[in-house]
């Protein structure tokens, strides 16, 4: 059984930085792809990065181009979404998914597995 246990959310400052973590466990993850979404309050779950566990195929979506970073560690199965420029808009509950599968997709309907999600706050 797939299991992703996200860290590294919280409060910050417009305009700083934060660290989320994606740990992975239960799977083979050479043949996965991962997900960051993003939920704020009243709106609906949207994309934020892609990366393909084999081959580094990564995307982003328009907003967080130029600002986050996504990024994994294969010997600890982790992914990592690095958040710089931060923006209130940027205010959400922040999911990683995976999916078994290497084609790329931005639609949380292809992720089968998901974590609970950490908050991230930011104050302007």
């Known amino acids: 059984q797939v299991q992703l246990v996200e860290s590294g959310g919280g409060l910050v400052q417009a305009g700083g930085s934060l660290r989320l973590s994606c740990a992975a466990s239960?799977?083979?993850?050479?043949?996965?792809?991962f997900g960051w979404f993003r939920q704020a309050p009243g709106k609906e779950r949207e994309f934020v990065a892609f990366i393909r566990w084999t081959g580094g195929w990564i995307s982003y979506a328009n907003f967080a181009k130029g600002r986050f970073t996504i990024s994994k560690d294969s010997a600890k199965n982790t992914v990592f979404l690095q958040m710089n420029s931060l923006k209130s808009e940027d205010t959400a509950a922040y999911y990683c998914a995976a999916a078994r599968t290497l084609a790329h997709s931005t639609s949380a309907n292809n992720f089968l597995y998901w974590g609970q999600g950490t908050q991230v706050t930011v104050s302007s």
């Open positions: 239960g799977g083979a993850f050479s043949t996965y792809s």
